[in-house]
């Protein structure tokens, strides 16, 4: 079969230097010459990629994806758009059923499973049985949209994470489609999108409402990057795993300073790294900040695909084009890259990452210290060596710390809870045993997320870990909520033929979902002893997971350290139970004649890890768990979803409501205004990531999404988490800013609480917001360097839209926050250079005015800010408006992205 290519290798030959442009720069302008029209994809952006400046451009260029990958939770929100979309183009006399994703959407339910259940052969029928009573109407809707939107596919619950799906079944590597063959390339609603990267797809992260305008046939348009040359040499040496790696690039490339570039990989490190651990690397490209870390194909993507069961057609077809097409990895290239950072893998230490940011590498032998400095820096707090602490902290409870005690007849449990030399100690004494727990206890040990779950070889090091320490006779601390949560179900099958499940499970590391669990904030509720003790005491107990997020109040909102590391740790931390200790030279545990067991007892060899997974593996794992993907499970498939084109909203319902931004549209823009006279709603310091900016995790009947809840009738119970009420405009809107642990200046409370001016009243943000709301107050939000990085969250640019905000001024932006920002109608500011709200001497008790928005609005155009004091002292200078291009000023001009796409239909 011929196809239709945009053939790079033609401008080489016609005298462009095409093979010095990085892989993904190519892949890119393959991209602006198939889809060239002269108006969305003109010649200028041709030429800004053919000859693609190593310095960097200001010059924005088109990208339309060939396809786009959701998860549920931010999935909802994405069908309820385009749902309210498709109803308001029908109550404008359209055809509903024209309102479709142009091209294919793949969206896989894997955000919503929580460990309620663990340690147990029940616990995952156990939770899946609450998932599905928890989001049954989320579930309806999205089973309705499989049938009811064209171009869409649903992966149902249970079978997957998205991102390692997507690598062990979705990605093409290159497409056929209309006659035309070209590069598999992806936009996703979730951060890690990149992860596809490691197997020579071209694909990153974009915030909910950038995707839903691809998904309508929009370009995405952004700065045409640098890119960052990641120069590996050497190979992984004994005692080290790939998770080690990608932590210490995490805090290379975090110091290199990478926030919008790509990096892309190459040197002779590559040929000993296996796809699974380059997509380990690719998967935290947002913990670096990058847009994409990519590794072109090349052989080992060829193996990989056909252990994973794509056919040899495709294969064959992946080859061909790459090879003709100047894709193809050899090895021997000469490409230009904007800067060279280099590692030397054999330098690699085992290592962790914590207590609050994925770059903060630790050195394993380092993290007693580290605590022990953290504990004193950020809790002021003296640290008490565990060996001293049993003899003073726990036994002489007449010291002079403070004491709670609680008794619980009906159980018979007893909670002492002692400070002594400001260390937080407690005993626990239950039915089934004794124990205590401290300062640098371990209380969540999770093997979760698509960073690690993904790559068989630090899978089946866990299993080889928990095998030995088995034999050892060791078992993990029972204080210790432990879990297994695989990215797909291949996981299982080869733990099982390898005969570690029973020995995970041993370790009370059962199966307890396929999903994110812990990684995104589903880590279930503490055992209430625990979490009574904690509360009481204000311990600061850590977790240890797999993951690639550790952000404040993110795993658990009781656990204020967090750490991740690779799923060998993770087990061996959960036999120590504490990680203030020592790992590479501290005894995990003893056995049952009192002989001392170390790491180095229970680590197995690289050439174990190898053979057993030769020998568990199997290609026909891979058929048998994808062909029936979109199956689902029973309780899917016995689901009631409407059917039809056109969905039915429920008034009543708390899950699902018609999203407000579309109703009632005008079919034009309504013309701009200044911004007068407003309030400083937050006044945030550096790195505020949208992870305190959206709404994520539990809640309870204080917060303002509690309140309502209860208002509409929810018991406290079948509250379930924020991301699953993503669908749910009123619960979000409440929920934004309500982070426990975010810091509003204005306020000398933690938490989501504001300040009204006018009353001097100090509330939450939502009930201040709408104070504000009904004064026709607009409101800003002033912030630091780098606001919203993290996860690309479409709810922090949503709910701030909601609830008043028109502008935020700081000092910079994290790439896709500031995108989603204008896809929301909300103008992002950057302060001077060097300047900043401190510097300027602003308080956040000003009247804050921003003129220039009216006339001749342009991108970077600079805007004037007068910000008035109480006394009546003004403040002015001059501020960047952060809107990159001419379709960014469109899209502001309209109130948002999705607004000018339902406009654009309407004028048809």
Known sequence: MTHKIAPLKKLQENGKNIHRLPFSIRILLENVLRNHDGFAVTDDH???????????????????????????????????????????????????????????????????????????????????????????????????????????????????????????????????RDG????????????HTPMVNGIGVLGWGVGGIEAEAAMLGQPVYFTCPQVVGLKLTGEIPAGCTATDMVLSITKILRDTGVVGKFVEVFGDGLDKLTVTDRATISNMSPEFGCTVTYFPIDDQTLDYMARTNRSTAQIELVRKYCQENMLWRTGNEEIEYSRIVELDLTTLEPTVAGPKRPQDKILVKDLQSTFRTVLDQDFQRNYVPFDDRREHAWLNEGGSGTQFVREETEEHNETVTTAAADLRSVKIKLKNGEYRLSDGSIVIAAITSCTNTSNPSVMIGAGLVAKKAVEKGLRTRSWVKTSLAPGSKVVTKYL??????????????????????????????????????????????????????????????????????????????????????????????????????????????????????????????????????????????????????????????????????????????????????????????DSVTTDHISPAGSFNEESAAGKYLLSQGIDRKDFNSYGSRRGNHEVMMRGTFANVRIRNKVTDREGGYAMYFPTKETLTVYDTAMRYQADGTPLVVLAGKDYGSGSSRDWAAKGSRLLGIRAVIAESFERIHRSNLVGMGILPVEFPAGESAQSLGLTGEEEINITGITSDLKPFKMVKIRAVKASGEVVEFDARARLDSDIDVEYFKHGGILQYVLRSYLSR
Request: aromatic share 10%.
């Open 180 to 191: 035309w063959a070209f590069p598999d390339t992806l936009v996703g609603t979730d951060s």
């Open 46 to 176: 041709v030429d800004i990629l053919t000859n693609w400046n190593a310095s960097g451009t200001d010059k924005d260029i088109p990208f339309k994806p060939a396809r786009v990958l959701m998860q549920d939770f931010t999935g909802v929100p994405a069908v309820v758009d385009i749902t309210s979309i498709r109803a308001e183009f029908v109550r404008k006399g359209g055809d509903g059923a024209k309102i479709n994703p142009a091209i294919p959407v793949d969206l896989v339910i894997d955000h919503s499973v929580q460990v309620d259940y663990f340690g147990t052969d029940y616990s995952y029928q156990e939770n899946v049985k609450l998932e599905y009573e928890r989001n049954a109407e989320r579930y309806q809707l999205l089973k309705w949209a499989q049938q009811g939107l064209d171009n869409l596919t649903v992966v149902p619950p249970g079978m997957g994470i998205c991102h390692q799906v997507n690598l062990e079944y979705l990605a093409k590597g290159i497409v056929e």
């Open 496 to 685: 099982e033929r390898s005969g570690l499940s029973t020995d995970l499970e041993a370790l009370r590391f059962h199966t307890v979902g396929y999903g994110c669990t812990s990684c995104i904030g589903n880590s279930g509720p503490l055992p209430p002893h625990i979490a009574e003790a904690i509360d009481n005491s204000e311990m600061v107990v850590a977790s240890v997971l797999s993951g690639n997020r550790n952000f404040e109040a993110r795993v658990h909102p009781q656990v204020k350290m967090n750490f991740l590391m690779s799923p060998m740790l993770v087990v061996a931390y959960a036999l120590i139970g504490r990680v203030d200790v020592n790992l590479m030279e501290d005894p995990l545990s003893y056995d049952p004649n009192g002989n001392p067991i170390y790491l180095k007892d229970i680590w197995p060899t690289q050439e174990e890890i190898n053979q057993t997974i030769q020998e568990a593996m199997r290609k026909e794992d891979f058929e048998e768990v994808y062909d029936v993907i979109f199956d689902g499970d029973e309780e899917w498939k016995k689901l009631a979803a409407p059917q039809g084109k056109e969905f039915i909203w429920d008034d009543a319902s708390t899950y699902i409501r018609e999203a407000p931004f579309f109703k009632d549209l005008p079919t034009e823009p309504v013309a701009l205004t200044e911004i007068e006279k407003a309030r400083v709603l937050l006044y945030l310091g």
